[in-house]
């Protein structure tokens, strides 16, 4: 079994840049594919990244994922933020030796 | 349009039972890993059941037991039976599609609410 953990929240300057990481706190990250959901509040998740860092049709470019294996976390990062973009974001990986999904914690994105 | 439905969500008492379906509209549920996923009320979400395109069921230790998926060609739908309730479970539950390129979830319903108090 593994853990994802995210920082409870974060706040950024509309425009600015905002990341988000998730850490994992056994196993290789780069092991199992991570995704990205955003949830805003009265809606459902939506799928923001896949495969680590892979945008679904639709998803705009200011929003990019990648891995970093040396701190074995995810980040997602949020270009040009806009007050649209506030919401919870959840990490997501398959754990293949207990065939269980696993979700991080979730962030809460403000736009100050 | 490809869409997932929720319904049946209300209000039970600790210790009874409920069940929850998923009405797929757009493609065929079968030929895809179907999950429910849950948001506890002022908690994040967290993953607790699975049929996947075999038939084969995965289950979250907390609901191991206690809940049960199936799925229903005929109306292409999948349902999650609840049984021995706690207030631990009340929540959001989405019903999820999962993707057939990786191991998430690329269509969500808008979800059903579940109330277990006395």
């Known amino acids: 079994n593994f853990m994802l953990t995210q920082p409870h929240s974060v706040s950024e300057s509309a425009g600015k840049t905002v990341t988000i990481y998730c850490t994992r706190d056994?196993?290789?990250?780069?092991?199992?594919?991570v995704q990205w959901y955003q949830h805003r509040p009265g809606s459902s998740p939506m799928n923001v990244i896949y495969e680590d860092n892979q945008r679904p049709s639709g998803v705009p470019a200011r929003f990019s994922g990648s891995i970093d294996s040396s701190s074995n976390s995810a980040s997602l990062s949020i270009s040009g933020l806009k007050t649209e973009d506030e919401a919870d974001y959840y990490c997501q990986s398959f754990d293949s030796s207990t065939h269980s999904w696993v979700f991080g914690g979730g962030t809460k994105v403000t736009v100050l | 349009e490809v869409q997932l439905v929720e319904s049946g969500g209300g209000l039970v008492q600790p210790g009874g039972s409920l069940r929850l379906s998923c009405a797929a509209s757009g493609f065929a549920f079968n030929n895809y890993d179907m999950h429910w996923v849950r948001q506890p009320a002022g908690k994040g979400l967290e993953w607790i059941s699975t049929?996947?395109?075999?038939?084969?069921?995965y289950y979250a230790d907390s609901v191991k037991g206690r809940f049960s998926v199936s799925g229903e060609d005929a109306k292409n739908s999948l349902n999650l039976q609840m049984n021995s309730l706690r207030a631990g479970d009340t929540g959001i539950y989405y019903c999820a599609r999962g993707s057939n390129l990786n191991d998430g979830f690329d269509i969500w319903g808008q979800g059903t609410m579940v109330t277990v108090s006395p």
């Open positions: 056994s196993g290789n990250i780069a092991s199992d594919y």
């Open positions: 049929i996947d395109s075999a038939a084969d069921t």
